[in-house]
């Protein structure tokens, strides 16, 4: 690993750790970890503040995974043109989201980072995972269900888009991460308590 492979996956940390949820929530006068959930996430964005806001939290999050990802292939360079390196960075970037230096490493779930990374990597992958999750939000109106759903889609389908040896590491880790911070939301599911997405 060059100086400059290290240095991209310490700014997709930062870059992970800039946590949109907090920002528009604080944009419209709200502090998003005293509210709904606490969580700092687009579903709980949703349920407290509205539509618009938790679409702008969507897409900022989804915008930290793809740049991460990237910063990963751009450092890697012509000497070493391997996609896994956007994935690695990828990864540095959701666990910056899960655990944010800017915020006493206090973060959301990690699933539209983690998405991003999917889109610049495997573009038709992370396409069919958006349209499913939104479609089975809809369906279960239970936004980790949904997560978990796509979540367990997402190896298949990079499989079938040729993914292989560190490139699967580091997406299994990426999945394993996302999955270990919904494990309170799994234990609601079934307890039946989850809260419903809603607006």
Request: glycine content about 12%; hydrophobic content about 55%; some cysteine.
């Amino acid at each position: 690993m060059t100086l400059t492979i290290a240095l991209a996956l310490v700014a997709a940390y930062v870059v992970g750790s800039i946590d949109f949820a907090v920002i528009v929530a604080r944009m419209h006068g709200v502090d998003i970890h005293n509210v709904g959930s606490g969580n700092p996430g687009t579903s709980n964005v949703l349920r407290s503040i509205g539509r618009l806001p938790a679409a702008m939290v969507l897409v900022g999050d989804t915008l930290k995974g793809v740049i991460a990802a990237a910063m990963g292939m751009i450092a890697a360079g012509a000497a070493d043109p391997m996609i896994h390196w956007a994935f690695l960075a990828g990864l540095f970037a959701v666990v910056g989201h899960c655990y944010p230096v800017f915020h006493r490493f206090k973060g959301g779930k990690g699933v539209a980072t983690g998405l991003g990374v999917l889109f610049f990597t495997m573009p038709l992958v992370g396409l069919v995972i958006l349209l499913t999750w939104l479609v089975l939000v809809q369906i279960t109106k239970t936004a980790s269900i949904s997560s978990m759903v796509v979540l367990g889609l997402s190896i298949p389908l990079a499989l079938w888009q040729g993914a292989a040896g560190l490139d699967l590491v580091w997406l299994v880790a990426t999945i394993t991460l996302i999955v270990w911070r919904h494990r309170s939301n799994l234990g609601r599911v079934i307890k039946g308590s989850e809260k419903k997405v809603s607006a």
